[in-house]
């Protein structure tokens, strides 16, 4: 079974910086596109930024030029570096990946989406 695991989550000051790792594990045939998403109290979930396997990407419009993410695809790694974090920013940041699992025998080689269980981001004023 697949799991993602984040981690880097915690308390910081507005403009401070926080690194967020995504780091799936389990039988996995390949990777393709990967995203962050976050979700404040009574809002629904949005898409942060996302990085196809060949390194495209595309962010929020409210943390351009603050965020980047980065993979690292020997270690099928996800990054979220958030710079000039600002009280807004404040969420339950999500990892997403489309990933091809290995196969059981007899099977086939079907992307799916998983999900990780989240890690808090809190920006105090």
């Known amino acids: 079974q697949v799991q993602l695991v984040e981690s880097g989550g915690g308390l910081v000051q507005a403009g401070g910086s926080l690194r967020l790792s995504c780091a799936p594990s389990?039988?996995?045939?390949?990777?393709?596109?990967m995203a962050w998403y976050r979700q404040a109290p009574g809002k629904t979930r949005e898409l942060v930024a996302a990085?196809?396997?060949?390194?495209?990407?595309n962010y929020q419009d409210s943390v351009k030029g603050r965020f980047t993410i980065s993979r690292d695809n020997l270690k099928n790694t996800l990054y979220l570096q958030m710079n000039n974090l600002k009280p807004e920013d404040t969420a339950v940041y999500y990892c997403?990946?489309?990933?091809?699992?290995?196969?059981?025998?007899?099977?086939?080689?079907?992307?799916?989406?998983?999900w990780g269980q989240g890690t808090q981001v809190t920006v105090s004023s």
């Open positions: 389990g039988s996995i045939f390949s990777i393709n596109a």
């Open positions: 990085i196809t396997s060949g390194g495209s990407t």
């Open positions: 997403n990946a489309e990933v091809v699992p290995v196969p059981v025998s007899g099977g086939t080689l079907t992307p799916r989406s998983f």
